[in-house]
């Protein structure tokens, strides 16, 4: 049982990758027995390109670590994400992003599904 939780919450905006919607608002919310520094938070979740939901919470997850929640509404549907500690997964996911680059997020889905096999 951990005794010690730090909890982050940010919100922050993603291009939608249908340009015609503008921007999708997101709040994430972390739960670390770590330390996060703020910066880093702040680093990680200033988008320059459009995003699925799924992918962010990856490539978040892979960053930052942590018990992770993610939720947005699009088009009136709200998603929710959850991404647990699990460093099998999480290492997978940074080895795509290292492997395809955070500009291919889809491709590096790709990879983790064929790496988790």
Sequence with gaps: M???????TVRFNVRCPN?????????????????IMVEDIKKH?????????ENIADYLYAELGGKQTITATH?????????????????AIKQG?????????????DYVIKAMK
């Design 97 to 109: 992003i290292l492997r395809k680059g955070i500009g291919n997020l889809d491709l590096v889905c």
């Design 45 to 53: 979740t200033k988008f320059s390109e459009a995003g699925y939901h």
């Design 19 to 35: 340009q015609e919607h503008g921007f999708i608002g997101y709040v994430l919310t972390i739960e670390s027995d770590k330390m």
């Design 75 to 91: 088009h009136g549907v709200e998603i929710t994400t959850l991404r647990e500690d699990d460093s099998r997964f999480r290492e």
């Design 2 to 8: 951990k005794y010690a939780v730090n909890s982050y």
